[in-house]
């Protein structure tokens, strides 16, 4: 397998199905690249993994629940290690926010931001808000390739 590192993403997507791997193992998320540790910036802690593992199942979800999943070339959430003020229960919470980045590409080279539908950004930051401890804040990432990285390290 050692070749491989040596592929982008879509070449060892490609190797994937030439190989005859289920489409399920080929267009997972994230696949190939470095997995959810690196969309935890900074010291990765327990509750901040916790945060985009569970963020990014509902992004999951509901990506597949509206067809964007075979649409989104790739998509996934990030904990920055940083935190913001909020209102929970009538009382300030200084807590983390979810980035979410969904993106388009041909090559991997150059990337364009989904256009998401207003009602999925919605429903996805509602669950997220409801659902995941220690967020109060969720974003949509609209930068393209280049100037900015497909994945947010």
């Known amino acids: 397998m050692e070749p491989l ?4 993403k879509d070449e060892v997507r490609a190797c994937g199905v030439e190989l005859g791997l ?3 193992m080929v267009y997972r998320q994230p696949f190939p690249g470095p997995g959810l540790g690196v969309r935890c910036l900074g010291a990765i802690t327990r509750d901040r993994l916790e945060a ?4 990014d199942a ?12 075979k649409k989104v070339w790739q998509f996934f959430t990030v ?16 807590e983390y926010m979810v980035i979410i980045r969904a993106i388009n590409t041909v090559d991997a080279m150059t990337a364009t931001v989904e256009k998401l539908d207003w009602e999925v950004l919605e ?10 401890n220690n967020v109060n804040r969720v974003c949509y990432d609209m930068s393209p390739k ?8």
């Open 58 to 69: 509902i992004l999951r979800e509901e990506f597949a629940k509206a067809g964007l999943d």
């Open 52 to 55: 985009v593992r569970e963020s």
């Open 123 to 132: 429903r996805i930051t509602d669950r997220i808000l409801s659902e995941v």
């Open 79 to 94: 904990v920055p290690d940083f935190k913001s003020v909020g209102m929970k229960n009538n009382a300030r919470v200084f």
């Open 22 to 24: 289920p489409h399920d």
């Open 146 to 153: 280049p100037p900015a990285t497909i994945e947010f390290e």
């Open 5 to 8: 590192k040596q592929l982008f």
